[in-house]
């Protein structure tokens, strides 16, 4: 009866609740600059919204799949660099700039990931790592197209479209906060439906998911495509907001602090990733003040986290939350049955 | 592309050696950065992402101790030792924490290792090109061999990295401590329980691991300029040569080693902006044609 209910009421309230998380979340990313008109909050949150957006499409291979990449950076880059040259170009409008690179990198991530998801566990980490070097040796040598180190010079056009003016900063933050907020909420159908429960299943038990009827890898190539895709409209915001694309985006230290953010943030909770990319900008932004060694306080605090606390600071939090649930309402009654058991 | 050019080398003898020297030199290098990392994974089962730092790190004790000593085995030496003892602390204090656990924090422990030890390389060192100089020993005239050049110090690395890999081999397939160690791969538990310290061959063999990859950084120090995350590219490549080879292998590593230094020489006289793709080509080859690489134990 009561899962009866849970299969014909909750999902459609569990949807109907997203969709309000969505609107609220929306209302606050937009209303945040308003209340607090600091040009370099909006930039923080620029940032966030990218970076988290990646750490979220990153998460949906770890947390979700089970598939550590350490090359997820280069569909960012891919995303950033195809857009911006499309733009460039002056042929086409920014949608439709949109709509090409993250089809093109989807693309990318089909011939990169049909290789790479037959592999197992650190197997897989490395060759998505090696593809990812091997793209961003791409984009230095092809000076002609890339700028090569320089990245793409002359910056980004952006010319209006439908009356929506990127040029100017507070539209172009509220264009990157609804798409930020839209991809979100299409992660979340993944992360609860049938196809995101088949997928938790391949990775805690590759070996019966296959025995069910699951065609394992082609349900890894389906998630690494979607993430690869989600990648790259981070890379676009990124290519939006900076007018310009640089080849540090499809390096290895990009891909290593989306999984740090990932780490930080929680990989079980949904949202963690996004308190991970926020937490992580915090830090970069006080550390670059105070010392130019940014990589060793960076490289000691994942140490503190990673021996220390454990794990991530939502699964952290979601963890401590559940004991506390357990053992509060329970504890008074709990006992009893222990010892009437032994007694009886 | 430059494919006239790529025949015409192979067409005319001197240069033909030159190349081959080269590729030579390459593969040997990476033969025994690619042996400790696949060292490593066979016995401890953990993949060293942070192997790139060992090498530098060898680089870098081998250019400080030839700058003060000015010997160029003193330099050999401290890259080796150096890199290894480093190697044996990390195990100890931090890659030892992780083992057991998600593939993540193994990730993202030897993420942290690179980011403190190239930013440490850059504070002791500063961050510009470094060049340690030719020992003078090897300040002759090169060899020549069919009408091609090889340096006097190439034929030293190459015979260096083959009686490197010789040893290792032997220690491994011959002596009763590579035994232990070979135990050690297939069943921890049981070589513990017949009183052995496991632990203390753990750290052992993760820093032998990192000794081979600081070798091979202070052999490399004479030719090739020193940078902070000079590393990465080796780490990669490294990776591909054990795929190619197979993990595990170390006959399947010095094939593999030969195998893309040589394609690298080539290449860089054929298809100078397609290297690297060359280098992948072949590695995705092989994991369609032979996913267990080219001597890997075939899957069970």
């Avoid at chain 1, 998911?209 to 409209?233: E, H, T």
């Avoid at chain 2, 050999?76 to 602390?89: D, F, K, T």
């Avoid at chain 2, 993990?247 to 080539?266: E, K, N, V």
């Amino acid at each position: 009866m009561r899962n009866g209910l849970m299969r014909t009421g909750l999902m459609r309230a569990g949807l109907m609740r997203d969709l309000l998380v969505a609107m609220l979340g929306l209302l606050v990313l937009l209303a945040l600059p308003l209340v607090f008109p600091h040009p370099s909050l909006r930039d923080f949150l620029i940032y966030v919204i990218a970076y988290g957006l990646l750490a979220m499409s990153l998460n949906l291979l770890v947390g979700l799949t089970g598939l550590v990449s350490f090359g997820h950076a280069a569909y960012f880059a891919s995303g950033a660099y195809v857009f911006g040259l499309l733009m460039q170009s002056g042929a086409v409008s920014v949608p439709l700039a949109m709509l090409a690179a993250v089809g093109g990198t989807a693309l990318l991530a089909l011939v990169i990931g049909a290789i790479c998801v037959r592999l197992k566990e650190i197997y897989f980490s490395f060759i998505t790592l090696a593809f990812q070097m091997f793209i961003h040796s791409i984009i230095l040598t092809w000076v002609d197209l890339t700028g090569g180190d320089q990245g793409l010079r002359g910056g980004i056009p952006r010319p209006p479209f439908l009356g929506i003016d990127l040029g100017e900063a507070h539209t172009l933050y509220a264009f990157a906060a609804v798409i930020f907020v839209l991809c979100l909420l299409a992660m979340r159908q993944v992360w609860q439906s049938p196809f995101g429960y088949t997928l938790r299943m391949i990775r805690d038990n590759p070996a019966r998911a296959n025995f069910l009827g699951v065609d394992v890898v082609r349900m890894k190539l389906g998630i690494f495509v979607l993430a690869g895709g989600v990648a790259s409209m981070a890379g676009i915001i990124m290519a939006l907001f900076v007018s310009g694309a640089f080849p540090e985006f499809g390096f290895w230290t990009t891909s290593g602090e989306a999984i740090f953010m990932i780490m930080l943030g929680g990989t079980q909770v949904f949202l963690g990733p996004v308190l991970g990319a926020f937490l992580l900008q915090l830090l970069n932004h006080y550390v670059t003040i105070y010392t130019h060694h940014h990589g060793l306080v960076l490289g000691v605090v994942i140490l503190l986290i990673v021996l220390g606390l454990r794990r991530g600071v939502a699964d952290f939090a979601a963890n401590w939350l559940a004991e506390r649930r357990a053992a509060a309402p329970p504890a008074p009654a709990a006992p009893e049955p222990a010892k009437t058991k032994a007694a009886g | 592309m430059n494919l006239d050019v790529l025949a015409g080398c192979f067409a005319s003898a001197s240069c033909a050696v030159t190349q081959v020297s080269t590729g030579l030199i390459v593969g040997m290098l990476l033969f025994l950065v690619a042996s400790g990392l696949s060292l490593i994974f066979g016995v401890l089962g953990v993949v060293n992402f942070a192997h790139g730092a060992f090498y530098m790190l060898g680089a870098y004790f081998a250019f400080l101790c030839f700058e003060r000593t000015g010997s160029f085995v003193a330099a050999l030496v401290a890259g080796a030792v150096g890199a290894g003892i480093v190697g044996v602390l990390f195990e100890r204090f931090f890659m030892s924490k992780v083992y057991g656990r998600d593939l993540l924090m193994q990730l993202l422990v030897c993420y942290a290792a690179i980011l403190i030890f190239d930013d440490l390389v850059k504070i002791l060192f500063g961050a510009e090109y470094k060049l340690m100089g030719m020992p003078e020993s090897f300040a002759t005239a090169p060899v020549e061999i069919a009408g091609g050049f090889i340096p006097s110090y190439y034929i030293f690395m190459l015979g260096m990295s083959l009686g490197i890999g010789l040893l290792l081999w032997l220690g491994i397939n011959r002596t009763r401590l590579g035994k232990v160690i070979r135990a050690l791969a297939i069943n921890p538990q049981m070589v513990g329980a017949l009183g052995i310290n496991t632990r203390l061959l753990y750290a052992g063999v993760f820093g032998l691991g990192c000794a081979l990859a600081g070798t091979a950084g202070a052999l490399a120090a004479p030719v090739r300029s020193l940078t902070p995350g000079m590393g990465l590219s080796v780490l990669i490549e490294s990776f591909i040569v054990t795929v190619i080879g197979g993990m595990g292998s170390i006959p399947g590593a010095l094939a593999a080693a030969l195998l893309i230094g040589l394609t690298r020489a080539f290449g860089a006289i054929g298809f100078p902006l397609f290297v690297d793709g060359l280098m992948f080509a072949l590695m995705g080859l092989v994991l369609i044609l032979r996913p267990t690489g080219l001597f890997g134990a075939r899957a069970a």
